[in-house]
């Protein structure tokens, strides 16, 4: 299983550009999240989806958008990207059962904008 | 809300010493998760190690253990026989079991190096 893959791993924007992050998980989990890490903190959650077509902000969803058609896939948008958007951006994915609360991380995308 | 607190942003023991790193957490619920992931300079999160509250018994994967201390709300990581390999950065997380679509709340990080 290749687990959650997470493409670009690197990318510079230029102010007001737009993207997509692209997130995919190939263990049929039911709950997908992103999250962005900025220097020397730790990672806080944008959006996540319970399942295909729900969608829930987290903590920090201002600038970005979601969506989720399919099970395996959950791209993250940025619509007008802005230098506070500058972030190492990780999807996560989550089982459904009790007895497995952890959340297994995608590789990472490395996003500058400038 | 709930928030995680790790008080110490770096940390180095030398190899095959023995390491605490040190986590609090502040929480109203009675059921959670409690977790230590590992991101190597690779930028890949790593899970350590898990923690149900419910149960009593410390968690303990190979050379990594926990000592949880509830009341205390107080989850710290003990590597022992440290490698080379255990260099990195480590964030201690909670996840509430209310419900099964809760994200998790991590701390800050602490950077552990390991002397050679």
């Known amino acids: 299983n290749a687990g959650v893959t997470q493409t670009p791993k690197f990318r510079i924007l230029k102010i007001g550009q737009s993207m997509t992050l692209q997130c995919t998980q190939d263990?049929?989990?039911?709950?997908m999240y992103w999250y962005r890490q900025d220097p020397g903190m730790g990672l806080k959650l944008i959006y996540y989806s319970v399942g295909a077509g729900i969608t829930d902000k987290g903590e920090v969803p201002n600038g970005y958008n979601v969506s989720r058609s399919t099970t395996e896939d959950f791209p993250l948008r940025l619509e007008l990207a802005a230098p506070s958007q500058t972030s190492v951006y990780f999807c996560a994915s989550s089982p459904t059962r009790r007895s497995s609360y952890e959340q297994y991380f995608g590789p990472g995308t490395r996003l500058t904008v400038t | 809300a709930q928030t995680v607190t790790q008080s110490q942003p770096e940390m180095s023991v030398q190899e095959a010493e023995t390491v605490t790193l040190s986590c609090t957490y502040d929480?109203?619920?009675?059921?959670?998760?409690l977790f230590w992931y590992k991101q190597p300079p690779s930028r890949q999160m790593i899970l350590v190690i898990r923690?149900?509250?419910?149960?009593?018994q410390n968690a303990t994967e190979n050379r990594f253990s926990v000592n949880f201390q509830k009341a205390a709300k107080s989850f710290s990581l003990k590597i022992s026989d440290s490698q080379l390999g255990d260099a990195a950065m480590y964030f201690c997380a909670y996840r509430s079991a209310l419900s099964r679509n809760t994200p998790l709340v991590f701390g800050k990080g602490t950077r552990l190096s390991v002397i050679a």
């Open positions: 923690q149900e509250a419910y149960k009593q």
């Open positions: 263990m049929n989990h039911n709950y």
């Open positions: 929480t109203s619920e009675s059921d959670y998760y």
